[in-house]
């Protein structure tokens, strides 16, 4: 299963990283119209040219989303997320958006992510 995030640094990054040395595939969906800011851990950039309008992307393409933190995109990109009916797991949220799932720390986001994909179709 491959991650789709938003390519660039910080958790983008590391998330991507943790899939590369995984065995993984990252993908990431970036704003700019080109790669000049992907992170060295995508496995796939795709530059969209979109801005911001990319989150819907993300959101879109993630079987579940994982958001860590709570940026005003990483918010929009649950807040869509739930809108379509995905399962939607946080980490370190400063607010908490109806029908996300909050996690107690690193190792319980990972058992419910897991949870999740063990019960998709």
């Given at each position: 299963?491959?991650?789709?995030?938003?390519?660039?640094?910080?958790?983008?990054?590391?998330?991507?990283?943790?899939?590369?040395?995984?065995?993984?595939?990252?993908?990431?969906?970036?704003?700019?119209?080109?790669?000049r800011n992907?992170?060295?851990?995508?496995?796939?950039?795709?530059?969209?040219?979109?801005?911001?309008?990319?989150?819907?992307?993300?959101?879109?393409?993630?079987?579940?989303?994982?958001?860590?933190?709570?940026?005003?995109?990483?918010?929009?990109?649950?807040?869509?997320?739930?809108?379509?009916?995905?399962?939607?797991?946080?980490?370190?949220?400063?607010?908490?958006?109806?029908?996300?799932?909050?996690?107690?720390?690193?190792?319980?986001?990972?058992?419910?992510?897991?949870?999740?994909?063990?019960?998709w179709r």
């Open positions: 299963m491959a991650i789709v995030c938003g390519g660039r640094g910080g958790v983008m990054a590391a998330a991507a990283r943790g899939a590369s040395e995984g065995g993984g595939i990252s993908i990431g969906i970036l704003p700019e119209e080109d790669a992907a992170n060295e851990w995508l496995s796939v950039a795709v530059p969209t040219g979109m801005g911001e309008l990319r989150n819907a992307i993300v959101a879109r393409s993630g079987v579940c989303l994982v958001a860590i933190g709570g940026n005003m995109g990483t918010l929009s990109e649950m807040a869509m997320g739930l809108k379509w009916g995905k399962p939607v797991f946080m980490l370190h949220g400063d607010i908490a958006l109806p029908g996300a799932v909050a996690a107690a720390n690193a190792n319980d986001l990972l058992q419910k992510v897991v949870n999740s994909l063990l019960s």
